[in-house]
């Protein structure tokens, strides 16, 4: 094996995402054979002594884990947290291997969360090229109107400049205090869906990931998780390769 890049070394191992690897590369938390590398920099991982936050790294590849979980809200989708929080990692009580998590939820929302240590399968998931589908059931104070409906299925801008792709917005069910919408998104924004609805003028009271890439998040209950089986691997790689460089 020659050189490659020391992000995929470093995601390959099992530590980190491939965009988290580049953002510690780039913060300087990596070096190699004592030396800190920088971003586009390749090694050997199995000639150079790769070390990330001082942590060296195994040669050997780590058993592979899939699992998913169902956050409860108040926990914070990080591998650490200076203010003290809850984090979500904290609920895979009996994974030996350490995992993490494959893209978020804010800290308030609830639903479908993966964790894996392989990076590859994980950047695949999240990369932006890849458009993989997302659902929430989305409960909104208030009532809906259809112009904010439309607006939010057509695109909107965000507060921050961005503009949100076209996706699916439904009505599931609409009372007099609230209504609950289900989105289909194919986009990985920070609080994507809060952040459409407060540019319509929709307050969000609870929100909740039901599904990923078509894999489902069923009957699990609030707190726990469980490996995903081979077939919803499947489903998983097949929604890649289906939604790659598509919106």
């Known amino acids: 094996?020659?050189?490659?890049?020391?992000?995929?070394?470093?995601?390959?191992?099992?530590?980190?995402?491939?965009?988290?690897?580049?953002?510690?590369?780039?913060?300087?938390?990596?070096?190699?054979?004592?030396?800190?590398?920088?971003?586009?920099?390749?090694?050997?991982?199995?000639n150079d002594v790769i070390a990330v936050c001082g942590e060296k790294?195994?040669?050997?590849?780590?058993?592979?884990?899939?699992?998913?979980?169902?956050?409860?809200?108040?926990?914070?989708?990080t591998m650490s947290d200076e203010q003290g929080r809850k984090i979500a990692s904290e609920l895979l009580e009996g994974v030996e291997e350490r995992v993490f998590p494959v893209g978020r939820l804010d800290r308030n929302s609830e639903g479908l969360l993966l964790f894996t240590?392989?990076?590859?399968?994980?950047?695949?998931?999240?990369?932006?090229?890849?458009?993989?589908?997302?659902?929430?059931?989305?409960?909104?104070?208030?009532?809906?109107?259809d112009e904010q409906l439309s607006k939010l299925s057509g695109g909107v801008e965000l507060d921050g400049g961005e503009k949100t792709f076209p996706c699916k917005v439904e009505v599931l069910s609409e009372e007099s205090e609230r209504t609950v919408l289900r989105f289909v998104i194919k986009q990985g924004l920070n609080r994507q869906i809060r952040r459409m609805c407060?540019?319509?003028?929709?307050?969000?009271?609870?929100?909740?990931?039901?599904?990923?890439?078509?894999?489902?998040?069923?009957?699990?209950?609030?707190?726990?998780?469980?490996?995903?089986?081979?077939?919803?691997?499947r489903i998983l790689r097949s929604s890649i390769g289906k939604g790659k460089n598509k919106r």
């Open 117 to 145: 240590n392989d990076g590859q399968f994980a950047n695949e998931i999240t990369h932006p090229s890849h458009h993989v589908s997302k659902v929430y059931r989305v409960t909104i104070d208030g009532n809906v109107t």
């Open 1 to 46: 094996m020659g050189p490659i890049r020391i992000q995929k070394i470093i995601a390959d191992s099992g530590y980190c995402s491939r965009r988290k690897a580049e953002e510690l590369i780039s913060s300087g938390e990596v070096t190699v054979n004592g030396r800190k590398c920088s971003l586009g920099d390749k090694a050997d991982p199995q």
């Open 198 to 233: 407060e540019a319509v003028g929709l307050k969000v009271g609870r929100l909740r990931r039901t599904a990923i890439g078509g894999v489902k998040l069923g009957m699990l209950k609030p707190g726990e998780w469980r490996d995903l089986t081979k077939e919803e691997l």
């Open 57 to 77: 790294l195994s040669a050997a590849l780590p058993e592979r884990r899939y699992i998913m979980l169902n956050k409860p809200r108040g926990y914070v989708v």
